[in-house]
């Protein structure tokens, strides 16, 4: 059967299906079926979260103080941009300000916990759908050694050096017990780099895997830890304390400084090692330009890091804010998150009763209420599904739009964004890039261009950090060491009923939280995430999400080995556990509880 | 395929001398109250051993666990898969995805029966038939429990696999269920925490590697080693406390002048972990040190104890030690006795020789 979508994709669900459960080395868990034709290329993709958790739910009735602590702990990757959106609704909600201090330490912590994201997600999620292990070990090092130096003058980078690394990957390989590596499609047709630069690449994700530890640093000394640091309403936990009796129990020089040269490390490592990584990849896969999907059409961000404190606007955050629709990037449209016509959720497709399932809800009036059904097309059984029904219920993530629009947020959203409003920190290195590469301009909307994406935006977050740091030791400088606000900390001083909204840019894409606040408790709490975005099924309109349209179209060389699903897929960086929530906004507990 | 690597091969590529390495096998033969002739055989086993195969699953969780194992410091988490332990599926790292990573389940039971650590990083939710989460199209707790059958022994990562964490907080509309609400009859090692401080993820994995033995537990499941004392009990602002120094708000003079959190909600009397004493992220800080109190992240049921910024009770007179000391034996009290019902299910077991063996209960290891 043929259906076309209202973005013009045409979805043929003849052909074989190709089941992917679990798909690994993601955030949660995630089922991808697709359907190939006779030349092995994709006509129709079906994604689907397969957990759901229930925090909104469990946040009702609790003390909105808290709920940074509840909402941190959706995510323990991006962990600490879910507790900063709660802080952002909660005091939205309260009209709390925050002093510049805090301001400069949340972008730090912000920005640290970016980099550190996209690091991880390059290398250790990513990476091995690019780099063949196994032909690495077939790598000449002297060979390697002149391509890496050839790049970059990263130290670490002699014959010597990879040759022991390669001498510890083969015993490693060789020892019958390759753990992670076990299994993998290695010598796919659809690996393009030569053995030296997989050993290359290879060598960066055990330095990677050393070095992503430092940069959660910058956490530990903001918030006490990482995973999960501790965030404030209304501020920063961490006072500061430079130059006075008892110092040592707060941020001082020795914090400082140590912030500092984590700073200087990771800004090293984006620069000579990561960058440098995606670069010689590309030039190897130029020709594997798959998986735009949505990313040439409808793409939005919610903008981010604030440059003075306390302002939201569009012109005071560095990251851009904006959607664009239908792949006119000469226009951006501005995005409100209160105007209940712009972003709404449906789950027509989604395993949730809506009373009208024909119309989305704005997250500030939304209805959640669990229903799992397969659809009759299913194959297997309520508890062993064998095939999805794309054309029922088939997933536990909801399909948000905005203006109807499915849109891809995220990385590349973002950066086709500042490039569309010709900011130059953002146009000139990706046509820096497309030109080293000699790509044209729509080589962006690809897989690759997702990844490369990310590895400029962890470059630009390490200058970013930078740039706070030297604000942040500017103003304590000036005698200012105010780090959190108090003045409405007691729930005693809050008007009886209010309602906010936070947002951030995650490292995977547009973050918000909408909270109602009544008499000192919440009253209702939704997020919407990124990965509900790009991961979300059909909705009533026909639309497909951006995970299913980045499918479309692309060949598999070998069906039985789903390299190219897991490479487009992984794109993306989802994170299963953020996408699929539940709210209950009437005070009512829309939950069934079974009792067995 | 090449011979497999022993832990013997790690020890001596890791530049340990045969000799030392006899000298640590009659040491810990003769610490572990074994008799003559123990420490050869001991000798034998680790340079006949394969690297400890690990199973890591993921249920309804946040990874936060994983994050926090692979910022290891001592051990390099490298070096501990590359080197200590055969991490042969983690859906998180792994290379292969779909049937090929599912294969990779049955073989490992079959050819590692009863030698293979069930690593579990979050919790089966049972409503719905267990479709909250959904592995391989089936709920994730038949996985979880068909893998646990043939396991040596079960480690419980983090508080959402130890007693449920937050999806587990109330009303728990999934009836997330902790791991040994499900699996029983096979040592569960409970590693509590949100997360659980890295280097006590790997210390209890390398315990178990280098030792032979599973780390003695309290009776909540804890490692002793990690888990038996207060996060108050070391904590560097323990002075104040009973000098009376306290933060009375945010960002006051006693906050820059580090005094203690207890007034703004420290949890520190009642939380049972490690965090002031290894601390966090290679010894940088710990939540107290960045100036927020303890939220009591590795105590069961944590979510549900009121606000973080609730003191824990009113307690009319501070500055001296028996009332720091009756705050954390009022807290320990009540869940000690909350715990009474599965602490006759918490048993100790050697891992090698008399694996199935029931030595003692309550922590107790019994010499022989």
Known sequence: MTIDTPTGDTLENSGKRIVVDPVTRIEGHMRIEVNVDENNIIRNAVSTGTMWRGIEVILKNRDPRDAWAFTERICGVCTGTHALTSVRAVENALGITIPENANSIRNLMQLALLVHDHVVHFYHLHAL?????????????????????????????????????????????????????????????SYKLPPEANLMVLTHYLEALDFQKEIVKIHSIFGGKNPHPNWLVGGVPCPINVDGTGGVGAIN???????????????????????????????????????????????????????????????????????????????????????????????????????????GLHPWDGVTEPH???????????????????????????????????????????????????????????????????????????TFGRTAARALESTWAGHQMRYFQNKLIASVRTGDSYTANVDKWKPETWPRMVKGVGF????????????????????????????????????????????????????????????????????????????????????QERTRVQIR | MATAETFYDVIRRQGITRRSFTKFCSLTAASLGFGPGAASAMAEALQTRERVPVIWMHGLECTCCSESFIRSAHPLVKDVVLSMISLD?????????????????????????????????????????????IAGGRPFVEKLRWMAEDAMAVIAWGT???????????????????????????????????????????????????FDKLPELDRQGRPKMFYSQRVHDKCYRRPHFDAGQFVEEWDD?????????????????????????????????FPIQSGHGCIGCSEEGFWDQGSFYDRLTNVEQFGIEANADK??????????????????????????????????????????
């Open chain 2, 160 to 210: 959402c696999a130890a007693s449920g964490c937050v999806q587990a907080a109330k009303p728990n509309p999934t009836r997330a269920t902790p791991v040994d609400k499900v699996i029983h009859g096979k040592p569960i090692i409970k590693v509590p925490g949100c997360p659980p401080i890295a280097e006590v993820m790997t210390g209890v994995l390398t315990f178990i590697i280098t």
């Open chain 1, 129 to 189: 759908d690019w780099v063949d292990v196994i032909s690495s070990l077939s790598a000449d090092p002297k060979a390697t050694s002149a391509l890496a130096q050839s790049v970059s003058d990263w130290p670490l980078s002699s014959p010597g050096y990879f040759k022991d690394v390669q001498a510890r990957l083969r015993k490693f390989i060789e020892s019958g017990q390759p753990g992670p590596f076990k299994n993998g499609y290695w010598g796919n047709a």
């Open chain 1, 253 to 359: 020089m020795e914090r400082l400084n140590m912030v500092a040269s984590v700073i200087d490390q990771l800004i090293e490592f984006n620069d000579k090692v990561y960058i440098r990584d995606i670069m010689a990849i590309g030039a190897f896969y130029k020709d594997w330009l798959y998986g735009g999907g949505l990313s040439g059409k409808n793409v939005l961000a919610y903008g981010d890091v604030p440059e003075h404190a306390n302002d939201y606007s569009e012109a005071n955050l560095k990251l851009p804010r904006g959607a664009i629709i239908n792949g006119n990037l000469a226009e951006v449209h501005p995005v409100d998150h209160a105007d209940p016509e712009q972003i709404q959720e449906f789950v027509t497709h989604s395993w949730y009763r809506y009373p009208d399932e024909t119309k």
């Open chain 2, 327 to 368: 705050i954390g034996l009022t807290a320990a009290g009540v869940v000690g006795g909350a715990i009474t019902a599965h602490a006759a299910a918490t048993v100790i077991k050697r891992v090698t020789t008399k694996r199935e063996k029931t030595e003692a209960q309550h922590g107790q290891e019994t010499p022989r």
């Open chain 2, 89 to 133: 599926y983690d859906e998180m790292i792994m290379a292969a995805a779909g049937h090929q990573a599912e294969a990779i389940l049955g073989e490992t039971r079959a050819k590692y029966k009863g030698k293979y650590i069930l690593a579990v990083e979050g919790n089966p939710p049972l409503n719905e038939n267990g479709m909250y989460c």
């Open chain 2, 253 to 285: 003079e006693g906050a820059r002048k580090g005094y203690c959190l207890y007034k703004t909600g420290c949890k520190g009397p009642t939380t049972y972990n490690a965090c002031s004493t290894v601390r966090w992220n290679g010894g940088v800080s």
């Open chain 1, 504 to 587: 951030t840019e995650a490292p995977r894409g547009a973050l918000a939280h909408w909270i109602k606040i009544k008499e000192g408790r919440i009253d209702n709490y939704q997020c919407v995430v990124p990965t509900t975005w790009n991961g979300s099924p059909r909705d009533p309109a026909g639309n497909i999400g951006a995970f299913e349209a980045a499918l479309l179209d692309m060949p598999m060389s070998d069906p039985a080995q789903p390299l190219e699903i897991l490479r487009t897929i992984h794109s993306f960086d989802p994170c299963l556990a953020c996408s699929t929530h539940i709210m209950s906004p009437d005070g």
């Open chain 1, 372 to 446: 799992y059904e397969l659809g009759p097309n299913a194959k297997g059984s309520k508890t062993n599904i064998e095939q999805l029904d794309e054309n029922a219920k088939y997933s536990w993530i909801k399909a948000p739009r905005w203006r109807g629009h499915a849109m891809e947020v995220g990385p590349l959203a973002r950066w086709v964004l500042g490039y569309a409003q010709n900011k130059a920190e953002f146009k000139e290195p990706v046509d820096k890039v497309l030109k080293d590469l000699g790509l044209p301009l729509s080589a962006l909307f690809s």
